[in-house]
């Protein structure tokens, strides 16, 4: 019996270039091998405004690897196959409102489910909530698992609860930014007190380095945090560490493994969003250079890290390795990471063994074994 995979891709963050990218990636993965004779792929595509689009338009979204661009020239939307026809990949955007929740026919035809949307409104639970209504099994974690491995706060707060050490942090409100000058200046002196600098600024619930700054001043801090508040209502601020950027991959559902250990390593101050997503700006250690002990401790910690925020399937736990110290501290958990050939999380299982098509053979079959 062939399997028909929804691939759902696109979305609307800031990480929606990322996610079509990851996306055929997978799509080639399921069309190499074996999987070619077990799985169709159903494309679903969802703009950047939120309209789902199906067969035609996904597709070809799927082969450029460009996402549709909006226009609000003129108020009709194009039939599929005047959208797949066109090579500038322009789709009209009005209307949107109406448009929104009409989805492709094709939904209707998906057995499993395989989201690659990345950060807000594809990670967060809100898709995932989506999907365990229709009743048909996704890969990755559910509502609980995504959004606690969304939001920065609640993350931390699950990590400490299983005891998993971490760096120092302050959680901020927006409203303690712009509501009262007094209460502003009050959280300053409070950060400064706790953590000092350098520390960073983060935004609680977007991925991939997006608003985050590495700060070593007052007047940094406070254009920082008004910075972050523009991206989210929940903040947070850590103190900064010298230690070795290292990750895990986790696989599995309530008997997950782990991964080799992988290191990251780069020339610029901080791991950003420019230089995680621009060719030669970072390298890829694949095993990490460290003692087998750590290694060994780095894993476990994954495992614990996946099982405290109730994750599934997959996902890449991030760590501070303090060479210094030895210790190891614990970033976060992506419940939803890259997936390109050349991401971390899939190379990672290469150099343990998995290769990539059988790695998203692997995930499609741990969504159906959850939902039985």
């Known amino acids: 019996m062939v399997v028909r995979v929804g691939l759902l891709f696109g979305g609307c963050s800031g990480e929606h270039e990322v996610s079509i990218r ?89 057995d499993v489910w395989f989201p690659i949307l990345h950060g807000p409104n594809g990670e967060d639970g809100s898709v995932q909530g989506l999907l365990k209504l229709m009743q048909v099994p996704f890969v990755g974690s559910g509502i609980l698992g995504s959004a606690l491995g969304m939001d920065k706060i609640a993350m931390k707060m699950a990590f400490a609860q299983a005891g998993l050490p971490q760096v120092k942090y302050v959680a901020v409100n927006r409203s303690q930014i712009r509501s009262n000058p007094c209460v502003f200046l009050k959280l300053c002196d409070e950060i400064e007190q706790t953590l000092g600098y350098p520390c960073f600024v983060k935004p609680a619930n977007l991925g991939s380095s997006v608003g985050i700054a590495k700060v ?55 791991y950003d969003y420019e230089t995680k997503y621009t060719e030669g700006l970072a390298g890829l250690l694949i095993p990490a250079p460290l003692p087998e002990a750590i290694a060994q401790q780095i894993q476990e910690m994954s495992l614990r890290a996946f099982a405290a925020v109730d994750a599934a399937g997959l996902a890449r736990v991030d760590f501070f390795y303090v060479e210094a110290t030895g210790e190891v501290l614990i970033n976060e958990i992506n419940t939803l990471p890259g997936f390109t050939a050349t991401s971390m999380y899939p190379r990672l299982w290469e150099a343990s063994g998995v290769a990539f098509p059988e790695l998203v053979n692997q995930l499609i079959q741990l969504a159906i074994e959850r939902d039985t």
């Open 216 to 270: 070593r001043s007052r007047p940094e801090l406070e254009a920082a945090l008004d910075n972050a508040a523009s991206y989210d209502r929940r903040l947070v601020v850590e103190a900064g560490v010298t230690a070795r950027e290292v990750e895990c991959a986790v696989l599995g559902n309530d008997q997950p493994r782990a991964s080799v250990v992988g290191e990251i390593t780069y020339e610029s101050d901080f």
């Open 22 to 110: 990851s996306a055929q990636a997978i799509a080639q993965a399921l069309s190499s091998g074996g999987n070619a004779h077990k799985y169709q792929i159903n494309p679903v595509y969802i703009q950047k405004d939120g309209r789902w689009l199906g067969a035609a338009i996904a597709q070809q979204v799927l082969e450029s690897g460009t996402p549709l661009q909006l226009s609000a020239s003129d108020p009709t939307l194009p039939n599929e196959k005047q959208t797949a026809e066109n090579s500038t990949s322009t789709i009209q955007a009005a209307d949107s409102q109406k448009l929104r929740w009409q989805s492709p026919a094709q939904v209707a035809d998906v």
